[in-house]
């Protein structure tokens, strides 16, 4: 089966911190200090995914990649292209695009931000759909669901946990295989390339 590069559903995730807390994870992979679990979602057919790993680096440096919206696309795993749409104090909007492999029509959605900083300094960024900002493209299938979060917890010896947590509907048809191994893939290459990002001098 060729190996593909699938949606940066990249910042996708079916849920709020409570919920996701409640579910059942299991650990799927765990492969050069990235653990990847999976989790059943009621009513939906595909599962939700969160992965975890410790960075060296530090929070300032992990919010300046994500929040350059359109470099963060190079690291996102699968994004074709993202741009800030709008951004107010906390809250900002993110139009992504991805790539899917043929016959299976590319993905685009709309994200909407929000930043919330604890008093401990870590960052939660929630992540929710938000399909009706921008009228539909043609040439694209519109993700029209999406729950998420990343979390940024400093651990205080030069390193940070970083966990992202996703559920998404990604509409249209998508084929099982593809599903299967884009929630192991995406968290895995997502947050392996992050740490290069954030640790490379």
Known sequence: MKKVRIAALAVLLGVTSVQ????????????????????????????????????????????????????????IYSCQSQRLLESDGGHGWVYTR???????????????????????????????????????DKDFVRVRRVDGQWNLRPLGNGEVEVIYEVHTEPGGSVPSWLANSFVVDAPLQTLKALRSQAQAN
């Not at 994870?25 to 989790?39: D, H, N, P, S």
């Open 98 to 136: 991805f790539d899917m492999p043929w016959p299976v029509k590319a993905r685009d959605s709309i994200l909407e931000v929000t930043t919330q900083k604890a008093a401990d300094g870590s960052v939660t960024r929630l992540l929710k759909a938000a399909p009706e900002r921008l009228p539909e």
């Open 20 to 75: 996701a807390a409640e579910r059942p994870w299991k650990l799927e992979r765990e492969e050069e200090g990235v653990q990847v679990y999976l989790a059943e979602v009621p009513g939906s057919k595909y599962k939700a995914y969160r992965g975890v790993v410790k960075i060296k680096s530090d929070i300032s440096r992990l919010l300046a990649l994500q929040e350059d919206v359109a470099q963060s696309c190079t690291w």
